[in-house]
């Protein structure tokens, strides 16, 4: 009986090592129960307490990058930057400093000048005087044109000021929410609204972790979503992009995610999906054979028990 037994399961570890050594290697790994989700997704809050003056968006607008959500009354700011600009404006000062560096320093070429034609025409005194003048004068070019810098600075600084007073969108998409209306009061990070964009889209599954020395990232996939049960599924391609290192101490499990185009923007966050993934050619234990694994195990506790 003993030896039936034996034979059985041996005959039974021949045929399931023969139907592995069968299956394909470049067969793509199949990850059912995957999830899609948003890849750019965002909630713009202001910057600053204030009262919101307008918001230019509702719900379900398309927005450009760059495009300004809301913004806050700002009448104060816009006064500080016209001062600035006035400050930065005004030449005059400097001007006049150049015109009376260039007198000082005329006069004090002069003195010098009549000195080596006329030894002691100008007292020492007054040359030192002539000099200091001409040197004063430089210096207070410089200083009024330090001032100007200074007054430019204050413009940059008046411009930062009112865009803070702006919400703009940071790239391109779809407003989701809208949590705020003209007149009410906004704290400093406070969410006014929300966009998302929905180009690509990221798909979500788990793989074995026997699996993750064959999957690689920018291996190929293609991405099935149905919408009912009788509908054909839509096929969308892209590119795997994330391999977690690490694994679900529970399920043995590598989470994965892939990037894809989404045709006609049909992918909905939070639908359900299956993905194939692009599989290199190095062999790993499969977990498909896992009810072959099964099987064997089954096997031998029947000739153990013999």
Same mark, same amino acid.
């Given at each position: ?9 041996? %005959? +039974? ?5 023969? !139907? ?11 990850? !059912?129960?995957?999830?899609?989700? #948003?890849?750019?997704? *965002? &909630? ?6 204030? =009262? ?16 300004? =959500? ?18 930065? !404006? ?5 001007? #006049? ?6 007198? +000082?320093?005329?006069?004090? &070429?002069? *003195? ?39 007054? *430019? ?7 930062? +000021?009112?865009? &803070?007073?702006? =919400?703009?969108?940071?790239?391109? %998409? ?20 929300? =966009? ?13 972790? +026997? ?16 919408? &009912? ?51 290199? %050619? ?25």
């Amino acid at each position: 009986m003993n030896a039936s037994w034996t034979v059985v399961w041996l %005959g +039974a570890v021949l045929a399931l090592a023969g !139907s592995a050594a069968a299956e394909s290697p470049d067969q793509p790994l199949v990850v !059912s129960n995957c999830r899609v989700a #948003l890849i750019h997704r *965002a &909630s713009l809050a202001g910057a600053r307490l204030g =009262i919101l003056k307008e918001v230019t968006v509702t719900e379900g607008d398309a927005v450009e990058s760059g495009a300004v =959500i809301a913004t806050l009354r700002d009448e104060m700011a816009r006064q500080v930057l016209a001062v600035a600009k006035k400050e930065m !404006s005004n030449t005059v000062e400097l001007r #006049l400093n150049k015109k009376i560096s260039e007198l +000082a320093t005329l006069e004090y &070429s002069k *003195a010098m000048e009549l000195n080596r034609t006329i030894p002691g025409g100008v007292s020492e005194i007054e040359v030192k005087k002539l000099r200091l003048a001409a040197e004063k004068s430089l210096l207070q070019m410089e200083q009024a044109d330090f001032l100007l810098q200074m007054s *430019a600075l204050k413009t940059t600084e008046a411009e930062v +000021a009112l865009d &803070s007073y702006r =919400i703009v969108a940071p790239f391109s %998409g779809i407003v989701l929410q809208v949590h705020k209306h003209p007149g009410e009061a906004l704290g400093a990070g406070e969410v006014v609204a929300e =966009i998302a964009n929905f180009d690509r889209m990221r798909v979500e599954g788990f793989i074995p972790v +026997a699996f993750s020395e064959r999957v690689q990232r920018g291996a190929a996939v293609v991405v099935e979503v149905s919408y &009912s049960d009788s509908q054909r599924p839509d096929r969308f391609e892209g590119r795997l992009q994330y391999i977690a290192p690490i694994v679900n101490a529970v399920s043995q499990e590598v989470r994965v995610w892939a990037e894809v185009d989404n045709r006609r923007n049909l992918l909905k966050d939070g639908l359900p999906a299956t993905m194939s993934i692009t599989v290199s %050619g190095t062999r790993a234990n499969n977990p498909s054979n896992k009810s072959n694994n099964v099987a064997i195990d089954r096997s031998r506790q029947r000739v153990d028990k013999n």
